[in-house]
């Protein structure tokens, strides 16, 4: 697949009176911000609890997400849900979601090869992540390797340099002014956002991917566990 330069991006698909997640969900299903709605099977959006403690974003969807239309639900959503559990985080007070919302791959015969996402798809889907998280009121963000940093830090955040360092959400943001405000209540009412901080490190898959996987997975709970110390 060709570098993409350009894209509308999502934001005029988001509906400005959607007050839940379940609304923006429903209206990202529609959304065509960017050419990757052609080939995937269908958008995947963030899921978990609203009142989540611990949001947790990822790059984008794999193929079995992309075939069920739910996040983190293939090997390395395994391997995370396993990790926050051994890290002590309650793994119901956690909401996952993507960077990019729909699946990036190439056609190897019948096999889909999964793509990283260009800058030109995470700029085009970074509206739904801040309309997420208007919605959401985290105390703690997990940014979950390169992908989900450049969306949210920057181009210049560097994963390796700085995982399992807390840092305080939304100041580190690359633009905090998206994440500052959320509404409280239908009628456009907008208040501070709560204080939160943010943490990033490895994405599940990287452990996957790993030489040794024992120690890619335990850097993985050791970073994790710096979030669940700092859970309040
Ligand atoms: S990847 Fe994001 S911006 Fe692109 S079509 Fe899907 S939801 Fe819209």
Redesign the pocket.
Known sequence: MAETES?P??QE?IPPQADTIDELRAA?AG???????RD?SQ?VFGRGDESARVVLVGE?PGDLEDQKGLPFVGPAGRLLRRAVDDAGINTGQIYLTNA???F?FELRGKRRIHQT?DRV?IT??R??LVAEFARLHPEIVVVLGATAAKALLGPTFRVTKQRGELMPWPAAAQHPEDFARVPVDSDGKVADAPAARLLATIHPSAVLRADNQDVAYDGLVKDLRVAARALR
């Open positions: 894209a991006g999502a698909f990202a959304c065509r911000g960017c050419e990757l709605y995937a958008t984008q990019v919302k729909h990036r996402p798809h085009a889907c509206p739904w």
